[in-house]
């Protein structure tokens, strides 16, 4: 069981980008799928998530209405669409799922317990 967060990179404040979260080993199709991100001396925040039972998705206030969770494709099954990017954006952002039961959507008990590897997003001019 692998995650594999990719597309961060080094972008301008306003500008936008789009993160991957593919899985090897299993589909998460099914799953729950949560985006976190860690910036250089804080602490890790949940900033997204999408339920596999009804497709609900939750966002931080902090990314609300600039950050989109979806699922795409079979090749591309969750994506984080983020837009008007501030510098305080800059972080590495991790993709991660639980196999604690669907119902329990992005709440699982204890928490998220599958994680990828993480990718940076730079957000500088």
């Known amino acids: 069981v692998q995650l594999q967060a990719s597309g961060g990179g080094l972008v301008q404040p306003g500008g936008s980008l789009r993160l991957s979260c593919a899985a090897s080993?299993?589909?998460?199709?099914?799953?729950?799928i949560g985006w976190f991100r860690q910036a250089p001396g804080k602490e890790r925040e949940g900033i997204a998530c999408i339920s596999s039972s009804d497709g609900s998705r939750w966002v931080a206030d902090s990314v609300k209405g600039r950050f989109t969770i979806s699922r795409v494709n079979d090749e591309n099954p969750a994506s984080l669409q983020m837009s008007s990017l501030k510098a305080e954006d800059t972080a590495v952002y991790y993709c991660a799922t639980h196999f604690k039961g669907s119902a329990y959507g992005c709440y699982p008990p204890g928490g998220f317990d599958y994680w990828g590897q993480g990718t940076l997003v730079t957000v500088s001019s």
């Open positions: 080993g299993f589909s998460l199709d099914h799953y729950a």
